[in-house]
């Protein structure tokens, strides 16, 4: 009876060992899958993300690269404009200034 007894209990103890490392197995396989669930959100959020990132940046190459013409346009305008000026401020001191050279050239100095 005795040794029945002690059979029992390694059969209980086996069975509770075997029990345990089903137990563990599950948690593992549990958290492995948990784990690739994870990954697997972060690499798709990571992609939105790159791909939100890159449409910006079209968006904003676009706009700049739309917004050339524009400054190549504004840019002739204003040189234009101080072409003009340059232009008038010439003509209204040329007197002066051919009038102080021809002071400076026939004045004779000793």
């Not at 890159?54 to 040189?79: C, H, I, M, P, Y």
Request: hydrophobic residues 40%; positive net charge.
């Amino acid at each position: 009876m005795e040794s029945n007894r002690g059979q029992n209990g390694i059969q209980l103890l086996l069975a509770a060992e075997q029990e345990a490392q089903r137990i563990v197995n599950a948690a593992r396989n549990a958290k492995m899958a948990r784990l690739k669930q994870a990954k697997e959100e972060a690499e798709k959020e990571i992609a939105e993300f790159r791909a939100q990132m890159e449409a910006e940046f079209r968006k904003k190459v676009a706009e700049s690269s739309g917004d050339s013409g524009a400054n190549v346009k504004r840019l002739e305008q204003e040189t234009e404009a101080k072409i003009h000026h340059l232009k008038i401020e010439a003509a209204r001191i040329s007197q002066d200034v051919v009038h102080m050279l021809l002071k400076h050239v026939t004045t004779v100095k000793n």
